[in-house]
Every structure is written in C-alpha cells, then in structure tokens.
C-alpha cells in the first residue's frame, strides 16, 4: 500500500513564460552599469550573478509539496556602498503555480517590492532620461513608503525599472539622481 502511495507523488516542474522571462534579459552575469547623476557623480554596478534553477530539487512531496518551482535571479552590487549592508540589489522570480502568472520581486540599495509584501501595485510611469536622451513610456516606478518599502539607512528615494533594459534610473533622499549611462561587458 505505501507503495502505491509513494509512486503516486510525482513532483512537478512548473516553467517561466517567455512574458515572465523577458524581465531578465537585459542583463548577463560579468556586466557593468554605469550610471551618472545629476551632480556629475558616476556609480557602477556589476551584474554579480544570474541563475536560473528549480527548487525542491528532490521531490520532497511529504515536507514541502509536489511543486519544483522554476527561479531565476540576478544580483546588482554597487561599487560604491551608501547603505551598508543593501550595497547589492537586482530582480527575481519564482513559478510557485503552474497555472498562474508570476511577477517579479524587485530591490536596490535597501530598496525593495515584492508582491508578497505590498499591497500596492507597481507604478507604470514614462521617463525620460537627460543621460541618453531617451524615452522610457513603460517603465515601472517604485518609491519609498509608496509602493516600496526602504530597510538600512533609507538612503534610496525610488527607482525606475524598464522591462527590457533593467534598472534605469534612481533617486536618493537627498535629490542625487543617476541614471543609465551605459552598459558594457
């Protein structure tokens, strides 16, 4: 009888849609982002990990259940740290139902959203950025005590993220704001 009942536990593997997928695109893992703010200052971050994997590896149904949830991540670090220990940031995703669409979880600099936290849904806003002369219409906007919650020194005011070019803009509390400048290998 346990037998049967065990053979009949099959896990199952549960796969990112080509939607859900596009969010990590823009960046490869050895990449560096450079931003420049207003003030003239210059931040770079370096694209420090991409992974894609499957939880549940083993098929552990009886602890955790029968879904192998597909995850993809990837992990920004700043070259220069202003919110100790939120110097990393980046985007990830995990296909918890293989039914139901996912969306990514987003962080930066102590600044994060995660629809398992907010209540609040991102904000779609059009920006346009004075460092590349160009137009975002579609970009997602996340603010501190908005739709975003700060943790550390609170130093991040908001950021933008465009679907398919990454993390283009941010603002600190004080009014500093860096945009893409440009990405290179």
Known sequence: MMLIILASCNCVETHLTDEERIWFKAYEKGQ???FKSNLGNIDTLVVTNKT?????????????????????????????????????GGIS?????????SFPSFSFLGLMYSKIYQTEEPIM?????????KTYPYALYFEDKVNANNFGNNYLKSFYWDKKEGLIRYE?????IFELLKITK
């Open 93 to 101: 995703i995990s296909k918890d139902k293989q039914d139901e669409k």
């Open 32 to 34: 560096i982002i450079v």
């Open 172 to 176: 600190s509390h004080e009014g500093e």
């Open 52 to 88: 894609e994997i499957f939880g549940n590896k083993e098929c552990n149904w009886y602890e955790i259940g029968t879904i192998q949830n597909n995850i993809i991540n990837i992990d920004l670090k700043s070259k220069i740290c202003r919110n100790e220990p939120y110097c990393t």
């Open 125 to 133: 806003k059009s920006v346009k950025l004075t460092s590349n002369n």
